[in-house]
């Protein structure tokens, strides 16, 4: 994703953004491969004209509960939104949406990349191809707090790189295609963990990219598995999933680096992936119990 990437949907035969409003949280700066998401103020009265969609695209309802008119194919259904109900408008879908509340609340919109989407599923059996169905207005507690942990990575300026926001957005793109396609994957599991000699190709691959924001993606094919897979195997063999062991081991190669005297506190938070000195403080000292500075004078 470009730093400046928009969720978008087909209006009139062009692209433009499904919000014009800029929104207030996205996650385009954190690049995470397959996911975008937005955050929105929505005003109390909200319209999106007939639009089509190139993607798949979530909605979670946040604020105050709403009357919501939807316009598909034809079809007009009316829900009453209460604050978290979930919509999903499958890639291909065409239609409007109007609603009407008290007062302005909230609206996040994460969206899905179809390829990606059936990346996350390629273990599920031979010929199988995933058609979500529409949903209008679900409650559904899983989405909401995958989407919430994914905006709370955001906000925390995502310490472990694009690993955790990539594993949140794999674990809700699978769970969404068991719960809400046609005919649920059927994905085998495993329970022996990884072989060692892909798990020693992974961390290798860990230890010499340390300094890279690494995709989930990138250690799934260190590892030659699907993505699905390899986060599970990955934690039956270290006991620490991705994204706890990539900043984990981040900071231990920090710890290294600030016992040399000659070393900067800057130059050890570049050499480490951080995007600049005051985050890696930051998460140093969450981990570690004391500055970067405070750790150099303690050893």
């Known amino acids: 994703m470009e730093p400046d990437a928009r969720i978008e949907v087909l209006q009139h ?11 207030l949280l996205t996650s385009a700066e954190n690049r995470w491969e397959g996911f975008l998401l937005e955050e929105f103020a929505a005003p109390a009265l909200f319209e999106a004209p007939y639009h089509e969609h190139d993607t798949h695209v979530i909605h979670v309802h946040t604020g105050p509960a709403a009357s919501v008119e939807w316009k598909t194919a034809g079809r007009v259904s009316h829900t009453y939104t209460a604050p978290g109900s979930v919509s999903i408008a499958p890639q291909g879908v065409r239609h409007s949406i109007l609603m009407e509340r008290d007062e ?15 990346r996350v599923l390629q273990d599920a059996k031979p010929g199988w ?40 957005g794999t674990a809700l793109a699978i769970y969404v295609a068991q719960r809400y396609a046609s005919v649920s994957p059927i994905l085998a599991t495993y329970r022996d963990g990884m072989p060692p000699a892909r798990l020693k190709r992974v961390l290798e691959y860990i230890d010499a990219n340390l300094d890279e924001n690494v995709k989930l993606s990138d250690l799934s094919e260190a590892a030659g598995m699907s993505l699905y897979h390899f986060a599970k195997l990955f934690k039956q063999s270290t006991g620490e999933s991705p994204h706890q062991f990539v900043l984990r081991r981040r900071i231990e190669r920090a710890k290294e680096l600030l016992r040399n005297p000659k070393m900067s506190v800057l130059e050890a938070s570049v050499r480490t992936g951080f995007v600049d000195q005051r985050h890696f403080a930051k998460v140093f000292r969450r981990i570690v119990g004391a500055t970067p500075t405070g750790y150099r004078f303690s050893v």
């Open 13 to 23: 035969g062009t692209s433009q953004p499904l919000i014009s409003d800029p929104p």
């Open 104 to 118: 302005p609340g909230g609206l996040v919109v994460l969206e899905i990349e179809p390829v990606h989407f059936d």
């Open 129 to 168: 191809r995933p058609e979500l169905i529409e949903q209008l207005d679900v409650r559904d507690r899983q989405i909401e707090l995958l989407t919430l942990a994914m905006q709370d990575d955001i906000r925390r300026g995502n310490p472990a790189g694009r690993l955790y926001g990539e594993s949140l």
